[in-house]
């Protein structure tokens, strides 16, 4: 295998087929669906793939709008993942949905990105995988796709992301989504307050609790949350209100730990008013994301190749979290913010953000995207040493 050949031919296929690619960035672009329900992008992908001789199987790990499509005979698995939900809250009248997060860019970057090596896939003795993962917004798609083992014989994801900067050394922290309910009774609460149970009392008093945990938790943990259920009117003794946090750290060992804390300070509130307490997990638990550190000096190279120049070292205090995180737990996994090429100071989900995630920018980042992750694909395979560094990579402490 000529790995310097075939990655020629990588960046020759980027550079023939960019039209298609662009095409699939502004059909997506102009018909945001939200999480779950994206029916009209999935099939509009599937038909895509299908066009360029993938195999398709949809619905895909139990959800409907997932999808996995393969190409190539045999050999290791090579898996590109595509976004595709968008997010709610744009327009003039804020009701309109938007691909301000720019997964219109990632569907079109993973499908480049697939369609290049599926044209080679014979040649490097592997086969092309592009898989769709909705709702990477809410629930995290990824996540259910990862219990139903959607990823079990996978040997590699690459995934890349529009942002601010291209970052090599991106992270995400891990996160779980509590929602505690109070259950008090309700009173006159200027007639007779001594006979209600103040829910909402509750609610504060686990606020307080876990303001008072900051001070004695790493600098790494975030902790934020909302009132979703405050009560229905001032005179009436709160007795049904519900509090929602999210939960973050940079691991999830440590995560367990302080999520534990928080559950804890909620019974304290509890104890404390006599309103009942119960909690669910309204969303799934995202893990940390474990970059695939072996890959890195690849995936810079052929970055800088294909024409990338705005690479920064990422900031340890940003903080974030994204599903793609539990696949980098189960599968090595390497993941690439991409710079939208922006200079108005916007960032992801800024409404500002919608100019730059279909313009001729984004399509410029997209054609070095798909060269970058193609040809990184090459690298791995065609080198034994760096493949079995890769295959051992989510295996170094778990064994």
């Avoid at 480049?112 to 490097?124: C, H, Q, T």
């Avoid at 799934?284 to 695939?292: G, R, T, Y």
Wanted: proline fraction near 5%; charged fraction near 20%; charge should be negative.
């Amino acid at each position: 295998m000529d790995a310097k050949l075939l990655k020629e031919k990588v960046f020759s296929l980027a550079d023939e087929l960019q039209p298609l690619f662009e095409e699939v960035c502004d059909t997506v672009f102009h018909h945001p669906e939200l999480g779950m329900q994206e029916f009209w992008t999935s099939d509009y992908l599937v038909s895509m793939i299908e066009k360029e001789g993938f195999s398709v199987e949809k619905p895909f790990g139990g959800i409907e709008t997932a999808f996995c499509a393969k190409k190539g005979q045999s050999g290791p698995q090579i898996a590109f993942l595509a976004e595709y939900d968008a997010l709610p809250g744009y327009g003039p009248c804020k009701n309109e949905n938007g691909h301000a997060c720019g997964h219109n860019w990632i569907a079109a970057v993973t499908f480049g990105a697939a369609v290049v090596l599926g044209r080679i896939a014979d040649e490097l003795g592997c086969r092309a995988l592009w898989i769709g993962t909705p709702a990477e917004e809410t629930i995290g798609g990824k996540i259910d796709l990862v219990r139903a083992g959607a990823f079990e014989g996978v040997d590699l994801v690459l995934q890349m992301h529009l942002g601010a900067h291209t970052e090599l050394y991106a992270h995400s922290q891990a996160m779980d989504s509590i929602e505690f309910t109070f259950e008090g009774r309700a009173a006159h609460a200027a007639a007779a307050p001594e006979r209600g149970i103040n829910a909402l009392d509750a609610c504060n008093l686990t606020f307080a609790g876990v303001n008072c945990l900051r001070q004695h938790v790493t600098p790494d943990v975030r902790m934020h949350g909302i009132i979703s259920e405050g009560g229905v009117a001032p005179n009436i003794v709160p007795s049904h209100c519900v509090v929602k946090f999210y939960v973050r750290a940079a691991h999830r060992s440590y995560l367990d730990t302080v999520t534990e804390k928080v559950i804890n300070i909620a019974r304290g509130a509890e104890l404390m008013t006599g309103a009942k307490m119960s909690y669910r997990f309204f969303e799934n638990p995202f893990d940390e994301l474990d970059n695939c550190a072996p890959l890195r000096p690849y995936m810079e190279a052929n970055l800088r190749a294909a024409g990338e120049t705005d690479i920064e070292e990422s900031d340890p205090n940003v903080g974030g979290s994204t599903d793609i995180g539990n696949v980098s737990q189960v599968c090595p996994t390497f993941y690439v913010p991409m710079a939208a090429g922006n200079t108005d100071g916007s960032r992801c989900h800024d409404e500002a953000f919608l100019a730059h995630v279909n313009s001729p920018a984004a399509y410029a980042a997209l054609n070095r995207g798909v060269k970058a992750m193609a040809a990184t694909a090459v690298d791995a395979l065609a080198d034994p040493a760096l493949w079995a560094e890769v295959q051992s990579w989510c295996h170094r402490n778990k064994d």
